[in-house]
C-alpha cells in the first residue's frame, strides 16, 4: 500500500492561490495513477482531478476545470495541486489519493473514490469571500 501525507492547506482569500503536495511512500510511486479529492463539510466526498502514472494524461471535475493543475514529480514521489482562482465553494478538506491497481494505462485514472486503493489524511482548505 502507498502512504501518502498533504501539505499545502490554510486559508486564502477568494481569487487567491494554493498548491498543494502529496509525499508518497511505500510503493514505487511511477507505478500509480493519482489524484485529488475534496470533502466539504455534510457532503461526499468528490473527484477533483487525476493524473496518470508518467504525466501524460490528467482530467479534472467541471468545477475546477480551468483553475486547478495536477502534476506530479516522479523523482521526489509527489504529486501537486496547483490552485488558482479559489473560490469560497472550493472549501473544503482535500485528500491525496493512490489508484488501487499498479501499471494501469494513461487512460485508466482514479476518478471515483472505488477506483482508490490509498488515501492520505487530507488538508483542509478554506476560501474567505
Known amino acids: 500500500q502507498v502512504q501518502l501525507v498533504e501539505s499545502g492547506g490554510g486559508l486564502v482569500q477568494a481569487g487567491g492561490s494554493l498548491r498543494l503536495s502529496c509525499a508518497a511512500s511505500?510503493?514505487?510511486?511511477?507505478?500509480?495513477?493519482m489524484g485529488w479529492f475534496r470533502q466539504a463539510p455534510g457532503k461526499e466526498r468528490d473527484f477533483v482531478a487525476a493524473?496518470?502514472?508518467?504525466?501524460?494524461?490528467?482530467t479534472y471535475s467541471d468545477s475546477v476545470k480551468g483553475r486547478f493543475t495536477i502534476s506530479r514529480d516522479n523523482a521526489k514521489n509527489t504529486v501537486y495541486l496547483q490552485m488558482n482562482n479559489l473560490q469560497p465553494e472550493d472549501t473544503a478538506v482535500y485528500y491525496c489519493?493512490?489508484?488501487?491497481?499498479?501499471?494501469?494505462?494513461?487512460?485508466?485514472?482514479?476518478?471515483?473514490?472505488?477506483?482508490?486503493?490509498?488515501w492520505g489524511q487530507g488538508t483542509q482548505v478554506t476560501v474567505s469571500s
Open positions: 489519493a493512490a489508484g488501487r491497481q499498479p501499471f494501469t494505462s494513461a487512460q485508466t485514472l482514479p476518478i471515483r473514490a472505488t477506483a482508490v486503493g490509498s
Open positions: 511505500g510503493r514505487t510511486f511511477s507505478n500509480y495513477a
Open positions: 493524473i496518470s502514472r508518467f504525466g501524460g494524461s490528467t
